[in-house]
């Protein structure tokens, strides 16, 4: 970061202290829903406490609670975030202070949005389609699977501001802004293709997602969502420093069982269960860079308290050095343990699903609320 970016940085950081502070006045409390007794996804009361932890990303106050059901697996965030707590948590992620990392990392993941792309190839087989990417954020998938397939016209949908620059980047045809069960009614039978890339896992409502992507997909259209396995066994390994727990943002982590169970209740028939292709090799290289953040978080947060003293940068120079050679080791072990290898045992830290929409509606079931 040059010294002109560092110091905008730094006035901006100012500026936005007051107001996390008035935010944090009464403490976190405010920002969690009433705990939930039964289990979202069964209903089941057969709940245990799965992980506590904090925001190891932002380092914003607050500590998180992973229930588990005993009775079907599902992992969910109880207390969950209230709307209130999801805006708070939300700010300054993917936008303000975080846009410009984010955007740079998003946008420098070329490979892994081109073999998304090619994972529909065989069921599309060259022809004409149109395509929904739900949670798009600022359309880099889209752009980049134009290449792998150029008869597909690509529109990108987010709740944020994102949708509509990918529509003025020339990243998608059409973006819309607004959340996917809301704006589904309008878009009803408009696309070949909805794709939910580690979109579910964010929603308050799983349920209501797939029953939108139903209704907006054409009759024999596809739906592919990809999201975290929280049966891997680096969830297991790696415990709170697991990247994919990804806390307070990841509401809901299902087992792979009972998201095809769910999208067989709602008219679609899962032509296709995928692990190695949706993995992401960075499991141990990002546990070491969360817990060496842990040590010494950066100093310029305006959820602090108050600004901290100058050793705190000097510390946190300090501790990033001495954790090259682990940061070096746990990339080269990642790799080593890379597809197919992964697949193999266990290691795969996501799984995706391909189903095919049926020519009817089907029962959308039922779930607690």
């Keep these: 970061m040059s010294s002109v970016s560092r110091k905008a940085r730094t006035l901006r950081v100012a500026a936005l202290r007051s107001a996390y502070g008035k935010d944090l006045a009464e403490g976190t409390a405010g920002f969690f829903a009433p705990r939930a007794l039964v289990c979202p996804w069964c209903g089941s009361a057969r709940l245990g406490e799965h992980l506590r932890t904090t925001d190891l ?24 975030l209230n709307e209130t707590g999801l805006a708070f948590y939300y700010r300054d992620f993917y936008d303000g202070l975080g846009e410009e990392r984010l955007g740079g990392l998003f946008g420098g993941r070329t490979a892994a949005y081109r073999s998304r792309a090619t994972s529909l190839q065989p069921y599309l087989a060259g022809a004409a389609a149109e395509w929904l990417d739900v949670g798009t954020g600022h359309g ?23 949708a509509e620059l990918a529509e003025r980047a020339g990243r998608v045809r059409r973006g819309h802004r607004g959340t996917f069960p809301e704006l589904a009614g309008p878009m009803a039978c408009s696309y070949d293709v909805v794709s939910m890339f580690h ?10 997602e797939l029953e939108a992507a139903h209704t907006v997909l054409r009759p024999g259209g596809l739906l592919v969502i990809d999201v975290p396995d929280p049966e891997s066994r680096f969830a297991r390994l790696l415990g709170r420093w697991w990247l994919p727990w990804l806390q307070p943002q990841h509401l809901h982590l299902a087992p792979a069982a009972n998201l ?10 899962v032509l296709a269960e995928e692990r190695t292709e949706a993995h992401d090799a960075v499991d141990l290289v990002a546990a070491t860079w969360i817990a060496l953040d842990a040590l010494a978080p950066r100093e ?28 070096l080791a746990a990339t080269a072990l990642d790799r080593l343990a890379a597809r197919p290898l992964a697949g193999r045992l266990r290691l795969t830290n996501a799984y995706r699903l391909i ?5 009817e509606a089907g029962s959308a079931g039922s779930h607690v609320s």
Excluded: M
Excluded at 62 to 78: I, K, S, W
Excluded at 150 to 159: N, Q, S, T
Excluded at 260 to 269: A, D, M, P, Q, W
Excluded at 355 to 359: E, H, K, L, T
């Design 57 to 80: 990303l932002q380092h914003k106050p607050g500590v998180f609670t992973l229930d588990r059901c005993h009775d079907c697996g599902h992992v969910f965030q109880n207390p969950r």
């Design 140 to 162: 880099h998938f889209c752009e980049n699977a134009r290449s792998v397939l150029p008869a597909v016209a690509f529109d990108g949908l987010d709740r944020s501001e994102g």
């Design 199 to 208: 979109y579910l896992e964010h929603s308050t409502d799983p349920w209501r």
């Design 260 to 269: 095809r169970r769910r999208l067989s209740e709602t008219g679609f028939t």
């Design 300 to 327: 310029d947060l305006p959820w602090l308290s108050s600004p901290p003293g100058p050793w705190r940068s000097a510390a946190r120079t300090a501790v990033l050095l001495a954790g090259i050679p682990l940061l």
């Design 355 to 359: 189903a095919r929409r049926g020519p």
